[in-house]
């Protein structure tokens, strides 16, 4: 039997839920910013399995963790502790505003729970959430309904009652949504998902006081933009501004499925023996692969090398656009989380960008339907970045 990609492919569409647009190839290997295909073609990777393997692909730490605690205790449940995530939850509450931490399997599960955490904790007739126009919470029914872009409800509806979305960057407009049933605002620090556009202090500061005003809960959503990805361990902490929740996930155990929701010690007692659980959260070789990770994202000097390599990245990008002025108006985003703004001409290229790109062996991806997002592994190198610009700039040179 032969085992080329287009063989598996063929193999996959047969048996597989069509709900992805994948690209035509089958990865069998990852080192570092590198994968391989199972036709022998190598990729550089500059979406880490959207911000996921945030120390690179098999990092050898993560691994030999992973392969350990596989040799230990693979799973208990919950209904026992394990060594693995007492430690990890240590480890979050010693480096983040949190007393307590909650283990769930992803990003959404992280998210469904700090908003059942949130109507909790509030009186009975509280449970409205006001979330932001653009935010990308998951993709569970609660989260899809918190999410605020009406392309992800379609066809889904109707959507769970008690989310609204206020306007992106207006103040009162959110202050005037808040009503008598309202318990939270949801919002992420930096919206990845609706093209890495960075909430301003100021606007993330009045949104804390209207909080604070009005007796909200504040729930971040550091889904993608956590443990590292703008340089901090969490965004939040370069702006001024400290939640109530956080949830966290993606990169947490570098590649494992992993989420976590933190939170303060009296927020936290609202849920209490059988009001919330997770058969495989914390899962003691997901929270292994996450200890392992974590302690090298918080050693000496990493990330300052991550905002350092990042500043690089968004030059470079920043470099393209004053080059491409058809294409490209310039570049944003915090740490190793950057994205190319794209005009109008530059948008209607983006898909062709992208998969001329990944015919050339680069991985990056066109995200908001506005510009091309880059959320390499924190430990991409910058004769990396420089390879992948010049070839970026290539193909933008290239297009009619």
């Known amino acids: 039997m032969s085992n080329t990609s287009q063989d598996w492919i063929q193999r996959a569409d047969r048996v597989l839920v069509g709900n992805y647009s994948r690209f035509p190839a089958t990865m069998v290997q990852g080192r570092g910013s590198k994968l391989k295909d199972a036709d022998g073609r190598e990729y550089l990777d500059f979406l880490s399995g959207i911000a996921v393997c945030a120390l690179g692909h098999c990092h050898p730490a993560v691994t030999r963790a992973i392969c350990e605690q596989a040799g230990e205790l693979v799973h208990v449940s919950n209904l026992f502790y394990t060594r693995p995530q007492i430690e990890l939850a240590e480890l979050l509450v010693a480096n983040s505003f949190a007393d307590r931490v909650f283990f769930a399997n992803s990003g959404a599960e992280a998210n469904e729970a700090a908003i059942k955490l949130a109507r909790k904790h509030s009186a009975a007739a509280r449970f409205e959430i006001i979330s932001l126009a653009g935010s990308f919470h998951g993709r569970t029914l609660a989260t899809v309904a918190a999410t605020g872009q009406p392309r992800f409800h379609q066809g889904f509806e109707p959507m769970p009652a008690g989310f609204v979305h206020a306007p992106f960057g207006d103040l009162s407009g959110l202050e005037a949504m808040i009503g008598p049933r309202t318990c939270a605002v949801l919002c992420e620090p930096l919206q990845g998902e609706s093209g890495v556009r960075l909430l301003a202090p100021d606007y993330l500061k009045g949104i804390r006081e209207l909080c604070d005003r009005n007796g909200l809960l504040l729930i971040f959503d550091e889904v993608q933009t956590g443990i590292g990805r703008t340089g901090t361990l969490f965004a939040h902490e370069q702006l001024g501004v400290v939640p109530d929740i956080l949830t966290s996930a993606k990169a947490l155990a570098n590649g494992l499925p992993l989420g976590a929701m933190l939170t303060t010690e009296k927020i936290a007692a609202s849920l209490t023996p059988g009001s919330h659980a997770s058969t495989f959260g914390g899962n003691p070789v997901a929270a292994a692969a996450a200890v392992a990770t974590l302690k090298i994202v918080l050693g000496k000097g990493f990330l300052d090398e991550v905002r350092a390599t990042g500043?690089?990245?968004?030059?470079?990008?920043?470099?393209?656009?004053?080059?491409?002025?058809?294409?490209?108006?310039?570049?944003?985003?915090?740490?190793?989380?950057?994205?190319?703004?794209?005009?109008?001409?530059?948008?209607?290229?983006?898909?062709?960008?992208?998969?001329?790109?990944?015919?050339?062996?680069?991985?990056?991806?066109?995200?908001?339907?506005?510009?091309?997002?880059?959320?390499?592994?924190?430990?991409?190198?910058?004769?990396?970045?420089?390879?992948?610009?010049?070839?970026?700039?290539?193909?933008?040179?290239?297009?009619?």
């Open 311 to 400: 500043d690089y990245l968004g030059e470079q990008l920043a470099g393209l656009a004053r080059k491409h002025r058809q294409y490209a108006t310039g570049s944003r985003g915090m740490g190793m989380i950057r994205a190319l703004e794209l005009t109008g001409a530059g948008i209607d290229q983006g898909i062709t960008l992208v998969n001329r790109m990944f015919d050339q062996g680069f991985l990056i991806n066109f995200a908001g339907n506005t510009v091309l997002r880059f959320v390499p592994p924190l430990t991409v190198g910058r004769p990396e970045i420089d390879t992948m610009i010049s070839a970026l700039d290539q193909t933008l040179a290239a297009l009619p």
